[in-house]
């Protein structure tokens, strides 16, 4: 049991947190929506990856990313320090196990923003903790449109980026919940009821056997 509580009720249940997952292809906007989640929920936790990709020019080292060579990369990998890690365009990404651990030890909701090969690693090692969400672009003409206008990728990391797209969104079977962003507004809303939901769950909340059995023991007059 943790020492997290439902906070939408003066009734305080301990709650035991959960991992969100969200992923989707490049530009179809699963970073700006893990922000605004972040800044508007004090529970979540950021998953801060560790990646081989050149930091861009709005990024920063330790907040974004922990930008690191390819050697280090692979220390890690093979020290099992990694609770997951996939190449990605040609770059390599992870999750570093003890900050990922030790926040769910602490009854704190963890937020990953990764891609499929990711997400399923995760779900293998933690399914009963996981929540995965799917981010999908209205249209591949949009998210082309998102990419441009972002500015800071070259023509060619663009075109793999769209093409690597096809791949990704092929693979939104394997999420429990998807949502099209073709409203930022309406896209978060949508997450927002989902974890709404999911930490109503009852598996989630060890506290309802203590609260329940206080309900029983009740005399009424």
Request: charged residues 30%.
């Amino acid at each position: 049991m943790t020492s997290i509580f439902d906070t939408e009720s003066p009734i305080k249940i301990a709650r035991r947190g959960l991992m969100l997952v969200l992923s989707s292809p490049s530009g179809a906007g699963k970073s700006t929506i893990a922000r605004t989640l972040l800044d508007s929920d004090p529970l979540f936790m950021l998953s801060v990856s560790v990646t081989t990709r050149k930091r861009r020019a709005s990024e920063i080292d330790g907040v974004h990313y922990h930008f690191i060579e390819r050697e280090a990369f692979h220390q890690m990998r093979e020290g099992g320090a990694l609770l997951e890690w996939a190449e990605v365009h040609g770059n390599l990404y992870g999750t570093p196990r003890v900050a990922a651990e030790k926040a769910m030890q602490d009854g704190r909701d963890m937020l990953f923003d990764i891609d499929y090969q990711g997400a399923l690693q995760l779900q293998r090692q933690a399914k009963a903790d996981i929540v995965s969400i799917f981010i999908l672009p209205p249209s591949m003409a949009e998210l082309k449109t998102r990419l441009l206008r972002r500015a800071e990728d070259s023509g060619e990391t663009i075109a793999v980026r769209l093409k690597n797209a096809r791949v990704e969104i092929a693979r939104w079977r394997d999420y429990d919940y998807v949502v099209i962003n073709d409203d930022l507004d309406r896209a978060f809303s949508a997450v927002r009821s989902i974890i709404n939901a999911e930490r109503l769950r009852r598996d989630r909340r060890p506290g309802l056997y203590d609260f329940t059995a206080q309900l029983l023991s009740e005399e009424i007059a």
